[in-house]
């Protein structure tokens, strides 16, 4: 079974909805965190969250909210979906900074958003 | 503020060759620096860790080094295969070390 998973894996949505990506993960990791792809871009941090009464701003939080509705997972929302939106987005984890001192992510395997 | 550079033109190579792949950073010094592998439509997954005071890692036909220097890693795939073809993504902590920063990745391409 995989240990991060991502639901659904592909959507498409029309301009103005509510959209809600979810993550769950079984490596019992505290830190989770939410990128979107885009071609050429690479990956790009929207929200992370070390625990789970801890959540913060990436780069490019405007027009996305998150939850940690516990542990284990962890979910994106975008109130009003905007064309600009479509991309692949991939929600990932890693242990605390201070088991290991370094921050190695783990990936779920993407969920590929079409706004249309 | 801290940049990463990979090529962002794919490499080509046959088959059994070495591919090497580079990775550029500017505006600091971090304490390690990761490899990851990522094949279209996938999540990244993560292959190497090597940390500042190490000059070169190996993990089977992949090999990395690390010149804290010239602020450059280099990543080689020794006897490379067509099942190497994918996307390979440096990635680096920032300043303070709390969270990762992932280069646009460099595509790969073996021929058989």
């Known amino acids: 079974d995989a240990d991060v998973t991502q639901t659904p894996r592909n959507r498409i949505t029309k301009t103005g909805k509510r959209i809600m990506l979810e993550c769950s993960q079984t490596?019992?990791?505290?830190?989770m965190y939410w990128y979107r792809q885009d071609p050429g871009l690479g990956l790009r941090l929207i929200y992370y969250s070390f625990d789970v009464k801890d959540i913060n701003k990436g780069e490019i939080s405007d027009g996305y909210s998150v939850s940690r509705q516990a542990q284990a997972k962890f979910s994106l929302s975008l109130e009003s979906a905007i064309p600009n939106q479509t991309a692949l987005y991939f929600c990932?984890?890693?242990?605390?900074?201070?088991?290991?001192?370094?921050?190695?992510?783990?990936f779920g395997p993407g969920t590929r958003l079409t706004v249309l | 503020s801290q940049k990463i550079e990979q090529n962002s033109e794919a490499l080509n190579i046959q088959e059994g060759k070495t591919a090497t792949l580079t990775c550029n950073y500017t505006n600091y010094s971090p304490a390690y620096l990761q490899w990851y592998r990522q094949d279209p439509g996938r999540g990244p997954v993560f292959l190497l860790l090597i940390r500042e005071n190490e000059k070169e890692k190996r993990k089977e036909r992949l090999k990395v080094t690390f010149d804290t220097t010239l602020k450059q890693s280099l990543f080689h795939i020794t006897a490379s295969q067509p099942a190497d073809s994918a996307t390979y993504l440096c990635?680096?902590?920032?300043?303070?070390?709390?969270?990762?920063?992932f280069g646009a990745g460099t595509r790969l391409f073996v021929k058989a």
């Open positions: 490596k019992g990791h505290d830190r």
């Open positions: 990635a680096l902590p920032n300043t303070g070390g709390f969270k990762t920063i």
């Open positions: 990932a984890t890693s242990p605390s900074i201070l088991t290991g001192r370094t921050d190695t992510q783990y």
